[in-house]
């Protein structure tokens, strides 16, 4: 759970896809996202997971994008056996080829959100997401708290990480026993998470309490966000793109396997 929550944090470069607007980048993983949650078919899915590594790769983050597609593992294979017992489950169903295919289907869809998701947050800092967010008309004070949870994600994942490991070194045993006993033995690592967690909301309110949150209503920002001739290139190509796709989705004859 750790590795993907370092999904959310960002990482410094100078590549074309820092470069681009965050409204631009936002777009496009959103199509991505939508693109995925239009087919169920692999072959689709796959184009749009390799699309994304691409994006990746031209980014220079691609190590970290694949380490939160690999740590995303277990709730991949979570959704499957869920949705794989849920069609087991319905009048007529019984143990075939085609249940485990449509449960496969949509676990890898999931791999499509996460890595498109992971791909924007990567290359884009909280403060550029809260203007983005802001020339949207977005209330400030939902952007404010969406980005400070963004923020101290990452940070509360590491936390976590180092509770396990002091816990574990004082003989606590997380993999023995049955789920019951496995879930106990999370108290001694959920307890100190909570603390700090409302140990570090508490600095923050006092922290933007002393600098007067909230007295003005119309913020002022170190940068604009501009578009530039690239970004409206790229957003144009991106949503071509997109229409393309719900056109053979929904009016086009092509058979995809």
């Not at 750790?2 to 896809?17: H, V």
């Not at 693109?35 to 590594?53: G, H, K, S």
């Not at 169903?93 to 924007?120: D, H, K, W």
Request: charged share 20%.
């Amino acid at each position: 759970m750790s590795t993907i929550l370092r999904g959310l944090q960002f990482y410094p470069g100078k590549t074309i896809i820092h470069k681009l607007d965050p409204r631009v980048k936002l777009v496009i993983s959103l199509l991505l996202m939508a693109t995925a949650a239009l087919y169920l078919e692999v072959t689709i899915i796959t184009m749009v997971i390799v699309v994304e590594a691409l994006l990746s790769i031209v980014a220079k983050v691609f190590s970290r994008w694949a380490r939160t597609v690999y740590g995303a593992a277990p709730l991949i294979i979570l959704v499957f056996i869920a949705n794989f017992l849920f069609k087991l489950s319905m009048p007529g169903q019984s143990l075939s080829f085609q249940s485990i295919y449509e449960s496969l289907q949509l676990a890898y869809r999931l791999v499509a959100f996460l890595a498109s998701f992971s791909i924007f947050f990567l290359t884009t800092t909280p403060e550029e997401l809260g203007m983005a967010l802001t020339k949207m008309k977005v209330p400030y004070m939902y952007t404010f708290a969406f980005i400070s949870a963004i923020r101290f994600t990452p940070i509360l994942a590491e936390e976590l990480q180092s509770i396990v490991d002091a816990q574990r070194s004082r003989g606590l045993e997380l993999e023995k026993g049955n789920i019951i006993t496995r879930l106990r033995r999370y108290i001694p690592i959920l307890v100190p998470l909570m603390v700090n967690v409302l140990r570090r909301s508490y600095e923050l309110a006092e922290a933007i309490e002393v600098k007067c949150f909230g007295a003005k209503k119309n913020r002022t920002y170190l940068r604009e966000l501009k578009m530039t001739t690239k970004d409206w290139i790229t957003l144009s190509a991106s949503i071509t793109l997109f229409t393309v796709a719900i056109y053979i989705r929904y009016f086009s004859r092509i058979s995809i396997p």
